[in-house]
């Protein structure tokens, strides 16, 4: 399962070539930007053992940043808060693995 924050140049060209506006709120919800991040995630999921592929994700709109707390002074991802913030979701995709 990952928990995907979307480049900001990448979603701004997708959103130039495909006529939509910038916002990458309103991008992570479009269907056909999940689609194309979700062949990206099946490409890279070729050159992963079985164990590291990424079945399940979700886009997230707003990065992982020190002052949203979920980074450290470091750049190091607080896994921990991380997982209060979004538990709920993560229960979500865990419960559509079976």
């Known amino acids: 399962m990952a928990l995907i924050v979307p480049d900001a140049e990448f ?9 939509l506006q910038p916002d990458i709120a309103a991008l992570v919800e479009d269907a056909g930007f999940q689609g194309v991040l979700g062949e990206a995630i099946r490409r890279a999921n ?3 053992s079985v164990l590291e592929r990424v079945r399940h994700f ?3 709109a707003e990065p992982f940043s020190i002052e949203n707390g979920m980074m450290t002074p470091t750049l190091k991802l607080k896994r921990q808060e991380i997982y ?6 993560f ?4 419960e559509t693995r079976h």
């Open 46 to 48: 070729q050159s992963l």
């Open 58 to 60: 979700r886009l997230m």
């Open 91 to 94: 229960e979500c995709l865990y």
């Open 84 to 89: 209060r913030a979004y538990r709920e979701l």
């Open 11 to 19: 979603a701004r060209s997708y959103a130039r070539a495909h006529r």
